[in-house]
């Protein structure tokens, strides 16, 4: 089964508001990424937070890790139309598998 | 430079025919990777070069077939496909973890976009 889970599945929002997506995965991880996708473009990496980390910030882009309930936020505030894509999270499992793991995506429609 | 390219952006085949897709990075970066992806579906990763050596093949079909000349360069060759082998096809590279055995951020193409009729 897939290592990373996401909900919802697909979030529309108004320009202005928050998004917030979750992230939730089954084994132990070294770091967690989450990716932006427009649509039919190449993945865009947007913030790495390791095992060992709790929250990061980047711009507008605040990641949080809860690694004892194994799951991750993304929040993106003061939402824009250009924030429109699909969002990605990806594990890095422990043990060196030397792959990502990606989660199903979170599809984010922003409304202006 | 940052950025990993890909060419051609869009590839029509038949069946019967061979083609090949090209990636590029000059980052500097040891480890490569080739993802499938469907519509509205997640990347799925297809094969990953470590130091210009295949070190995953995730059971994909021979009718793909990867080859990394050097550091900088991934091809991927394609020969007999189906149509249910249309799909974006998308490369990635990333230089080595901070941990030792950890994957770090990778940096992708922008993708050919496979169709085969």
């Known amino acids: 089964s897939q290592q990373g889970e996401e909900d919802p599945q697909a979030l529309s929002i108004q320009e202005g508001e928050n998004a917030t997506m979750n992230c939730s995965y089954k084994?132990?991880?070294?770091?967690l990424q989450w990716y932006r996708q427009n649509s039919g473009r190449g993945l865009v990496h947007l913030i790495l937070i390791r095992s060992n980390e709790r929250e990061k910030h980047s711009g507008r882009l605040r990641v949080t890790l809860d690694t004892s309930k194994k799951s991750s936020s993304l929040l993106i505030t003061a939402s824009r139309a250009a924030d429109t894509a699909s969002y990605f999270c990806?594990?890095?499992?422990?043990?060196?598998?030397?792959?990502?793991?990606f989660g199903q995506g979170t599809t984010l429609q922003v409304k202006p | 430079d940052t950025e990993v390219t890909q060419t051609p952006k869009h590839l029509v085949m038949g069946m019967t025919n061979k083609k090949s897709l090209k990636c590029e990075q000059h980052m500097g970066h040891r480890a490569m990777y080739w993802y499938k992806q469907k519509a509205k579906k997640p990347p799925e990763l297809m094969f990953v070069?470590?130091?210009?050596?295949?070190?995953i093949n995730e059971s994909v079909p021979s009718r793909f077939s990867p080859e990394c000349p050097n550091s900088s360069l991934l091809n991927l060759h394609l020969h007999a496909l189906q149509p249910e082998d249309s799909a974006l096809y998308l490369c990635?590279?990333?230089?080595?973890?901070?941990?030792?055995?950890?994957?770090?951020?990778?940096?992708f193409g922008p993708g050919t976009r496979l169709t085969v009729l």
């Open positions: 990806a594990t890095d499992l422990k043990g060196n598998t030397g792959k990502l793991i």
């Open positions: 990635a590279s990333s230089p080595p973890g901070l941990a030792t055995g950890s994957t770090d951020t990778q940096y």
């Open positions: 070069y470590s130091y210009e050596k295949l070190s």
């Open positions: 084994t132990s991880i070294n770091n």
